[in-house]
């Protein structure tokens, strides 16, 4: 599966917008990318998936060039409850058999 | 609730005893997974079901670990002889067959467990 690099921390202000990206100069044809939010003591939660361009939901925005080889998480407008650690996946959109690969993600901390 | 579920939240066991954590899919889900989480890491691929057949094991299941899933629904995760290095949460996720729009990983609470 392809290695993710992300930024171990970030911090923002409540009511800005916050973009994580992720490098994964590995990813193969057939892999998704995946975002996953996780707050202590919770499992992770699935945020966003795309393939390629751009993918918006009720929550976030996920931006893919055009090699693949990044991605960028956007969090509009983000708020306290937003402190998280944020998890970039890349590989197959379910997990396939070998279930999912996280990296150590990144610990976003919203202040006031 | 239709989320995952696990039980127990919690477990405070000493070294040496054996454990057996519960966890109930989504409805419908033919995909469970297990996943081990220590702090400040992501949590590491433990072993895979589809329906009640367990196709896949990380080496880090060792032979102290089992998992089963009976009749293709929940599955129970067992640790014998448990280690203090087994501390960790146990994380259990569903997803649906490969059909459909969104194919992704619903993952339960977790298993908090403690080894004394």
């Known amino acids: 599966l392809a290695k993710t690099t992300q930024p171990i921390s970030m911090d923002s202000y409540e009511g800005q917008e916050v973009n994580i990206t992720c490098s994964h100069n590995?990813?193969?044809?057939?892999?998704?990318i995946t975002w996953y939010q996780q707050f202590p003591s919770q499992g992770p939660r699935f945020i966003i998936q795309?393939?390629?361009t751009k993918v918006t939901n009720e929550v976030a925005s996920l931006f893919i060039p055009a090699d693949r080889k990044s991605s960028t998480l956007s969090l509009p407008r983000v708020s306290l409850s937003d402190t998280a650690v944020y998890y970039c996946?890349?590989?197959?959109?379910?997990?396939?058999?070998?279930?999912?690969?996280f990296g150590k993600g990144t610990h976003l901390i919203i202040q006031p | 609730d239709t989320g995952v579920s696990q039980n127990p939240r919690h477990k405070i066991t000493k070294r040496g005893q054996n454990v057996t954590f519960r966890c109930d899919p989504i409805?419908?889900?033919?995909?469970l997974y297990w996943y081990r989480q220590t702090l400040g890491q992501g949590p590491e691929f433990l072993t895979y079901?589809?329906?009640?057949?367990?196709?896949?094991k990380s080496r880090l299941l060792s032979d102290r670990f089992s998992a089963e899933r009976p009749k293709g629904s929940f599955s129970t995760l067992e640790i014998q002889r448990t280690e203090q290095g087994d501390s960790a949460m146990y994380l259990c996720?569903?997803?649906?067959?490969?059909?459909?729009?969104?194919?992704?990983?619903?993952f339960g609470p977790g298993t908090r467990l403690l080894v004394l």
């Open positions: 795309g393939y390629k």
């Open positions: 079901f589809q329906n009640e057949a367990q196709l896949e």
């Open positions: 996720a569903s997803s649906p067959p490969r059909t459909g729009a969104l194919k992704t990983q619903y």
């Open positions: 996946l890349v590989g197959p959109p379910g997990g396939g058999a070998d279930g999912l690969t």
């Open positions: 409805s419908e889900h033919n995909r």
């Open positions: 590995n990813i193969a044809t057939n892999d998704y």
